[in-house]
T-cell receptor, first 113, second 115 residues
Framework: KQEVTQIPAALSVPEGENLVLNCSFT??????LQWFRQDPGKGLTSLLL?????REQTSGRLNASLDKSSGRSTLYIAASQPGDSATYLC????????????FGAGTQVVVTP | SAVISQKPSRDICQRGTSLTIQCQVD?????MFWYRQQPGQSLTLIAT?????????ESGFVIDKFPISRPNLTFSTLTVSNMSPEDSSIYLC????????????FGAGTRLSVL
């Protein structure tokens, strides 16, 4: 069974610093890996999706990398802002569970002004 | 893309009662799912809502406790039956668009508190 782990569980940085969030997974047979953002009391917002054939995806200040062989993905957020404060979730879709995503526990990020 | 409307957004219920949560998607999607997020934890898949047939439940979840309907491609309901305080969670509906890239979209969730 796919296990998804996110480290650290919580992170606090001053505004302007770069954020590095880590996600690891145990089964490298994946279709996709998707990063989400969750704000308190709200649903999930999709940030980036990396297909299994890709090594990275970029959107604005966000960059996500994928290393299937080592079972890792990293989300980089450049020049953090207080508005980046949220919980970031990593989710993996494996080849034997098409359409179903296994989620990590998330990294809670606080960016202080 | 897809926009998912989920209601109610929150509710406070008494032990032993049932609550039905509705999920409406603005486009025809391949698959719909229901997740639970218990306090301080990540998302756990409850079941896949199948159009016109019984839902497919994950280990640990049963139809008697979480009956699900999906009468068409864009609408689904989840009922939390005979509730107890342990059912207090956020329940999220998601829709899966299959294509060149498989992207999953989420509703805003229903925050349920059981007294």
């Amino acid at each position: 069974k796919q296990e998804v782990t996110q480290i650290p569980a919580a992170l606090s940085v001053p505004e302007g610093e770069n954020l590095v969030l880590n996600c690891s997974f145990t089964d490298s047979a994946i279709y996709n890996l998707q990063w989400f953002r969750q704000d308190p009391g709200k649903g999930l917002t999709s940030l980036l999706l990396i297909q299994s054939s890709q090594r990275e995806q970029t959107s604005g200040r966000l960059n996500a990398s994928l290393d299937k062989s080592s079972g890792r993905s990293t989300l980089y957020i450049a020049a953090s802002q207080p508005g980046d404060s949220a919980t970031y979730l990593c989710a993996v879709e494996t080849t034997d569970s098409w359409g179903k995503f296994q989620f990590g526990a998330g990294t809670q990020v606080v960016v202080t002004p | 893309s897809a926009v998912i409307s989920q209601k109610p957004s929150r509710d406070i219920c008494q032990r032993g009662t049932s609550l039905t949560i509705q999920c409406q998607v603005d486009s025809q999607v391949t698959m719909m799912f229901w997740y639970r997020q218990q306090p301080g934890q990540s998302l756990t898949l409850i079941a896949t809502a199948n159009q016109g047939s019984e839902a497919t439940y994950e280990s640990g979840f049963v139809i008697d406790k979480f009956p699900i309907s999906r009468p068409n491609l864009t609408f689904s309901t989840l009922t939390v039956s005979n509730m107890s305080p342990e059912d207090s969670s956020i329940y999220l509906c998601s829709a899966f668009l299959a294509g060149v890239v498989n992207i999953q979209y989420f509703g805003a969730g229903t925050r349920l508190s059981v007294l």
